[in-house]
C-alpha cells in the first residue's frame, strides 16, 4: 500500500483572480456548506422520510499570513464591493496532488477579518461566501 504525500504548496487557489499563497501556519482553507443537503424526519410510528435541501451556498475561510501583500488585493476587493457593488467573481480551490475541488462562480468577501498584532506575525482570516459552492472531496492521487 503506497503512502499518500500532501503538499500545502500544491494547493492552487483564487479569488476574483487573486492568486491566494501566503497561507498561515495551521488551517489555511476551511470549506463548509451553512445547510445540511438533506433533513430527516421520523413519524410517530418510526417511519422515515428525508427532505432534500437545495441551499448550496457555503463559506470559504482562507487564513493568510498577516504580512502577505494578498490581504492588500483583497481588502481592495472587499472595498470596491462595499462602495459600488463590484467584489462578486469566482472562487477556485485544488489539490494539484489530489483530486479535491472547490468551486463558485459568485462568491464575496462576507466581512473584513479581524486585525490582531502580537509577538509574531500572526494571520488574517478572509470568510468568502458563496451562493453556490461546488465541493469534490477527493484523496491524494500521487504517492
Known sequence: ???????????????????????????????????????LTVGA???????????R???????????????DALSAAYLLDELRGEGVGPLFIKDRLGTTLVAAQNAWIKKLPNIEYAKEVGVREWVI???????FEGGSVLP
Do not use: Q, Y
Open 45 to 55: 410510528g418510526g417511519e422515515t422520510a428525508r427532505s432534500r435541501n437545495r441551499n
Open 129 to 135: 461566501e458563496c451562493a453556490k459552492l461546488d465541493i
Open 1 to 39: 500500500m503506497a503512502t499518500r504525500t500532501f503538499d500545502p504548496g500544491e494547493i492552487l487557489a483564487t479569488f476574483l483572480g487573486i492568486p491566494l499563497t501566503a497561507w498561515g501556519p495551521d488551517t489555511f482553507v476551511a470549506v463548509e456548506r451553512n445547510e445540511d443537503a438533506f433533513t
Open 57 to 71: 451556498s457555503g463559506l470559504v475561510t482562507i487564513t493568510l499570513l498577516a504580512s502577505s501583500v494578498e490581504n
